[in-house]
């Protein structure tokens, strides 16, 4: 066969749903050699990883590690650790991603009831607590904090306190919340939750950060089952991420993505998660207002929005898809699709991370503008990049 | 909290069971800027990766992709997605691996009929086809190929053939072999083939390449019951690695270890597998004789031996874990200790891709002689690297 030729990719500003850029220093370190995944300098590396994570998850949990493999198998990890054949699941239903809580329970073998919130709505409250009312023998509540299929936010706080109140364990997804937002593990009480690496950590994807409260740790060491998947059983996963120097071999880590993920969590300890949420906050506003200059709508009401993942809606009669194309071939700019629901619908556009600066925000807007003025669309031009620029004054 | 420091790992030479050195191109590769995994040209990259796949494995499977997670959820991707409740699998066990498959097979809540030969040996294709004859209901017949714990070959030929006459699929495990020793996957008529990256591929480890025969795929088509993984699923995964250029979000994939992997792949081709499975045998001999010079023995009868994985059995008295702490120490050279049943009885020196060298032989040979020495292990010395030599030369 013809082999192919090395890879280089082109240069891209990423700013959809994730990746997010990933900083220079991330790539870096993801470069340097790779060493045995039980080398003692390897596993001290662990531990410094795994103190960081706590406290990117403000969380003292013991049980905290960043799984080998991409976000969606955090959540079958959290799934499948907790759920038995037979548990009746509350999962709260607003977008792509509760939906595959839902389906993460049936393969469990679990019973789930859903809770429907319209797409681009964050979780009812009152909502969970009537079906908390109604099932009083449910054992876990699940909800996405972030739902990054419609950029609307769930207040994690009440839903996790109504869950408690009635003696459930809860899963969050924080995948995109995690470094964007107040995630706040302890504080809250929450008790299985992971993130992804790719969103407003900056790090390349492929890793999926997971934190168990000791109340979730003892209801996994307690199953009358075994876990159904052998590589994410985390009664074994700990023999390897536990505590201590002494460390038993369950599968090889993925070295250098943990590199990267280290490289990554100094990073944002650095900026430190108070200024990054500010940062993130601070951005939107400026995306949000120069999006409005030119006529756009968000699809998701102001108080339930994410900074990070702003959904925009596609205004009547506009190819979306030509317009993504045209900001990817011509400014090397990535925003996203809608999905589910909402394909075709809106973009989503992403500040994540090292995608979440005042370049990113200025580049979006005037490529934006350029494109659909090229379409023929008759939106107000020109002032976008003012209102931006009025809203970071502001 | 105290933000840990960059991490530097420390100069290493791997010889142990894996990861082995990683190529510095492979290395460079994965440090290439992340773009987005539905980015066109990421798409075009795909393809190339799945082509090269394909001529690694000999194979013409278009159901070839890597797993986006490592060598062991490549096995639990093939058991999940094959065993279905109540199926009957016959599982050879010589090792680790094949006990690891096992379980998997319970996992699955499918029923194991195994099939035990003694750790250091080759599967007896004798008992397979006796188990064959006694379980006629059995659907599917799992072996390891490249026993890692052990450094035993089992005849993968051979025992396909003979599950093949008794209507079974096969699954087989590869995460050694590939690219070490022949890996026949269309000429054997294997139906389900998984590898790991940081083996003979010396790419880092963190995927799991596998392939599915059109009949394997047929299987997971059909099934009654649903994949209880949702994120090894090959049903929905081959929308994102299918053909053509539509390609359906199902996970966000590990964008860089992918180039990493692209690259590890066009090394092995450009060398061609015949050359790399030549070098392997070649520095094996090498190995061995110097070994042997020196009074040590290796634990595999020389016609199962695998040249990448060599199992030495530690001399009466030494203190393994000793040696191989100074070796890691004074040399920076990481060799394997022993895995269950060998636990303390053997050491694994690796010579797999990258670390399958003439330089990694002499480094072993004389490492090890100079530690042996400063214990007081009387062996004889100075003749390992003269025995290499004429290894080489002959």
């Not at 493999?69 to 759920?83: D, H, I, K, R, Y």
């Not at 839903?159 to 899963?171: K, N, P």
């Not at 997804?173 to 593990?185: K, N, R, S």
Request: proline share 6%.
């Amino acid at each position: 066969m013809a082999i192919a030729a090395s890879f280089h990719p082109p240069r891209r500003v990423l700013m959809g749903p994730g990746p997010s850029d990933v900083h220079p220093r991330v790539l870096e370190a993801m470069a340097r050699p790779t060493i045995g995944h039980l080398d003692p300098e390897f596993v001290r590396m662990m531990d410094e990883l795994k103190a960081m994570l706590q406290a990117a998850f403000r969380t003292e949990n013991r049980l905290t590690l960043p799984v080998s493999a991409p976000g969606s198998a955090g959540m079958e990890c959290c799934f499948a650790n907790l759920v038995e054949p037979g548990d009746k699941v509350i999962v709260c239903r607003n977008g792509v991603f509760g939906e595959r809580m839902r389906e993460n329970v049936v393969r469990c073998g679990g019973e789930a009831v859903v809770v429907d919130d319209p797409w681009g709505e964050p979780v009812d409250p009152q909502k969970l607590a009537d079906a908390l009312k109604a099932h009083p023998d449910a054992k876990v509540v699940a909800f996405v904090h972030a739902e990054t299929s419609t950029g609307a936010r769930s207040d994690a706080e009440t839903l996790v306190r109504l869950a408690r109140e009635h003696g459930c364990l809860t899963i969050v997804d924080t995948v995109t919340a995690l470094g964007g937002i107040p995630v706040e593990v302890d504080a809250w009480g929450a008790d299985a939750v992971y993130a992804g690496t790719q969103k407003c950590l900056s790090c390349a994807p492929g890793l999926a950060p997971v934190t168990f409260s000791e109340r979730a740790a003892e209801r996994v060491r307690a199953r009358r089952s075994p876990v159904q998947s052998w590589f994410l059983d985390l009664n074994l996963v700990m023999g390897y991420w536990g505590e201590g120097a002494r460390r038993t071999y369950h599968h090889t880590a993925p070295v250098n993505a943990l590199y990267g993920l280290h490289e990554a969590l100094r990073i944002l300890l650095e900026e430190g998660l108070e200024k990054a949420w500010a940062r993130h906050r601070r951005h939107h506003e400026a995306l949000r207002a120069g999006l409005e200059a030119m006529g756009l709508e968000l699809a998701v009401r102001p108080e339930a929005r994410l900074p990070q993942l702003n959904a925009v809606r596609v205004p009547e009669g506009v190819d979306e898809a030509a317009v993504r194309r045209a900001l990817l071939e011509r400014f090397g700019l990535e925003i996203g699709a809608g999905l589910g629901d909402l394909a075709g619908k809106v973009w989503r556009i992403g500040l994540m991370g090292a995608s979440c600066t005042e370049r990113h925000v200025l580049l979006c807007l005037s490529a934006l503008e350029a494109v659909l003025a090229d379409m023929g669309v008759r939106l107000p031009r020109g002032e976008a990049v003012e209102a931006a620029r009025a809203a970071w004054a502001a």
